[in-house]
């Protein structure tokens, strides 16, 4: 039964649920006038959730199902944070487009409701209500405008394979539950043979997708470019905290409890996926001359360096490192993603009819001689494109670093090079867009002024990304605080 | 022969008994029977109305609609039966939980109703 | 009585009819059906499991499932009928407005 405690500990969880309630009835019962209220509840009810996460007493829930930890409360604050900037920006970008509806940030709450609570999960079973709870919410808000033939096409794409991956996580539950005698993750301990291992297996393969690691990364492309920028936004930054979170608690429990290793450099089944997703994510990225399409395939590429951390959170001697340096980078990787499709949402092209060849709508050359007419503009842009390359004074940099170091303190010297020489690789497309705007005459029509909140949205994840770039100890402090218990 | 299946014997004899009676007798009313069709015979049997339209019908996308919320809150209500047998043991925490469970039931119902998706009659 | 074992693998071959159909399959209600025979899988197992090991919880999971799996449903077939309104089709080889180009 719940006690006070309890409901203390799941506080943040259900000021989200409650706001997206809120919402839901707003947009039926308030809207005579107009809609400008409504993001400011979702930014209000996710500052309350934010707020509430101290308070929060470190207990385990539901008898060992979900636990409220430091980690789950810094990746609460990190869903939180990327839920509020992408309602400043999907207030700016719908209201342009005259769609916004409250079921937009209802969505996203519920949304966030899912994360936060996968964030928490220590069981198999939560993991997967959780789990459906966020992409339910997701694949909507991909469909949400109904217009044209993009965002139907995108939901459907994230709706079947989605929907497949999870189907694969639960089977693999299913045969876990078989082998253990229970869906806790604490139940592994001791355990072992082909039951679990194909379970372990099963499972393991549903989370790869959910996280978007080569070779199950196929749906990220057409998804992120098809959806709308603010919901692209929203789940480049909750979806692949939330994923990650879980996927960390469960490598962890594994190590732990089976006899099977995981985490062994390259050798090991994540070592392989942490070099195909830095490798493939990178490559892939390099002639995309589509700056969304792009942004996609530099989500996977940024999967893989956070597997990377995953694997060396894996190692004994590593361990805190590790988890650490997977918190950092899920925070610097949040907000600088949030940036970047910001300023995107602000030079999309805005087809007179939805189905017009929009091929375009996103390319490079939209950027071309941005710094001479929006100054500031570019310069945000600029911030973003360093920080995802890893370049320093950034907060981008700032989690690389880490993760790398926490990849040496493991001692698997192949990870880190892969992955240098991957961010190198990766420095050539991104240094792309920021060459356009700076050192190419402008060619395009004149780019729309951004809307306010929009550029709110920008020069709060632009300061956050300077900021962090040149003191990052706060926030390395707070990531090595935040303890993870099994 | 497995004990587990013997116990299933009967059952095969009543299976293929029926299937022997069913087929002798179509057959023999095959064969037998007098055959004089006419129109009111072969045409489909629409409650002895005179039958109208395709057989595949396209339908309103409103029925879609119904159905789905109908499944949805079915489903929801199925937490309510274990639950109901056995919130003598659980007492009142559980009663309070599950009326926060219904009450958010609710609040789907008031945005679905206010939004006219249950209004039959509305074009 | 059944063996436990019969339930495992009619759940096994209904997983993998599920998995083969996701994959091969061009019409997207069938894709989706697939999916769902997928979980219903799952929940097969569960509950044997369940019965195997004379435990509740795995009966009880399979109430969440189904309520998930309703969920799923109905945002999905709404999905669905986007789709088929954009474009007059839910073939999953002629949904292709966005690939790499």
Not at chain 1, 26 to 55: K, M, N
Not at chain 1, 275 to 295: D, E, H, S, W
Not at chain 2, 107 to 115: F, S
Request: proline share 5%.
């Amino acid at each position: 039964m719940p006690s006070g405690q309890d409901i203390a500990a799941l506080l943040p969880f259900l000021l989200l649920v409650l706001g997206a309630l809120v919402l839901m009835l707003s947009e039926v019962f308030l809207r005579s006038g107009g809609r400008g209220y409504q993001s400011g509840l979702t930014i209000a009810f996710a500052a309350a959730a934010a707020l509430a996460v101290p308070f929060a007493p470190q207990q385990v829930l539901f008898g060992g199902q979900a636990v409220s930890d430091g980690f789950a409360g810094f990746v609460t604050m990190v869903v939180c944070a990327g839920l509020a900037l992408s309602a400043l920006l999907g207030r700016g970008w719908l209201e342009t487009r005259n769609m916004e509806r409250g079921e937009y940030y209802a969505l996203a709450l519920f949304g966030a409701s899912g994360m936060v609570l996968l964030g928490m999960a220590t069981d198999l079973l939560l993991a997967f209500i959780a789990i459906e709870v966020m992409s339910l919410a997701v694949y909507s808000l991909a469909a949400y405008p109904r217009r044209g033939q993009r965002p139907p096409e995108a939901a459907f794409k994230y709706f079947i394979l989605g929907s497949f991956a999870s189907a694969i996580l639960l089977y693999g539950s299913a045969l876990y539950y078989g082998a253990t005698g229970s869906t806790l993750l604490s139940a592994m301990r001791g355990g072992g043979g082909a039951l679990l291992a194909a379970g372990l297996s099963l499972i393991l393969v549903g989370l790869a997708f959910k996280v978007a690691a080569v070779p199950f990364h196929a749906w990220t492309p057409d998804v992120y470019e098809g959806a709308p920028t603010p919901a692209t936004a929203f789940m480049a930054a909750g979806v692949k905290a939330a994923a990650f979170a879980f996927l960390t608690r469960g490598v962890l429990a594994m190590v732990a409890g089976t006899p099977f290793a995981v985490g062994n450099e390259l050798g090991g089944v994540l070592g392989l996926l942490a070099v195909l997703t830095m490798v493939v994510g990178n490559l892939f990225a390099l002639p995309q001359r589509n700056v969304k399409r792009m942004l996609a395939y530099s989500s996977i590429a940024q999967a893989g360096y956070l597997l990377v951390g995953v694997i060396a959170a894996s190692r004994p001697e590593s361990r805190a490192q590790g988890t650490s340096a997977v918190l950092v980078y899920l925070a610097a990787y949040a907000v600088t993603v949030i940036g970047a499709f910001s300023v995107l949402a602000v030079m999309e092209k805005r087809e007179p009819t939805p189905d017009a060849g929009s091929a375009d709508a996103w390319d490079v050359s939209r950027f071309a001689g941005l710094a001479s007419r929006r100054p500031w503009l570019a310069f945000a842009m600029a911030i973003f494109m360093l920080s995802l390359a890893g370049v320093p004074p950034t907060a981008g940099f700032v989690a690389k670093l880490s993760v790398f170091q926490a990849a040496a303190g493991a001692k698997a010297w192949g990870l880190v090079v892969v992955g240098v020489l991957t961010s190198i690789m990766g420095v050539y497309y991104y240094l792309r867009v920021v060459v356009a705007m700076y050192m190419q005459p402008a060619e395009m029509e004149e780019p729309a002024a951004a809307p306010p909140t929009v550029a709110i949205a920008i020069a709060v994840a632009a300061l956050l990304v300077v900021v962090v770039g040149f003191s990052p100890e706060p926030l390395t402090a707070w990531a090595r605080a935040a303890l993870l218990r099994m | 022969m497995n004990p587990a299946l013997q116990s299933y014997f009967p059952l095969a004899v009543v299976i293929v008994l029926a299937v022997i009676l069913g087929l002798t007798l179509l057959g023999l009313a095959n064969l037998l029977g007098p055959r004089r069709p006419n129109e009111a015979k072969s045409s489909p049997f629409e409650f002895g109305s005179r039958p109208s339209g395709l057989g595949r019908d396209r339908f309103d996308v409103k029925f879609y609609l119904l159905a789905l919320l109908f499944v949805v809150f079915d489903v929801e209500a199925v937490f309510m039966y274990p639950w109901a047998v056995s919130l003598g043991d659980l007492g009142w925490p559980s009663f309070v939980v599950m009326a926060v469970f219904g009450a958010t039931l609710v609040v789907g119902l008031v945005y679905v109703w206010k939004k006219g998706a249950i209004d039959w009659s509305r074009e | 009585m059944v063996p436990g074992t019969h339930y495992l693998a009619l759940a096994a071959f209904l997983f993998a009819i599920g998995f083969a159909g996701v994959l091969v399959k061009k019409n997207a209600i069938i894709v989706f059906m697939c999916i769902e025979l997928m979980l219903n899988a799952a929940n097969l197992t569960f509950i044997a499991f369940a019965r195997q090991s004379g435990s509740m919880s795995g009966q009880a999971i399979a109430f969440f499932v189904i309520a998930v799996a309703a969920a799923e449903a109905a945002v999905g077939l709404a999905i669905v009928i986007a789709v088929y309104r954009t474009r007059g089709t839910i073939s999953v080889d002629e949904v292709e407005a966005l690939r790499d180009r």
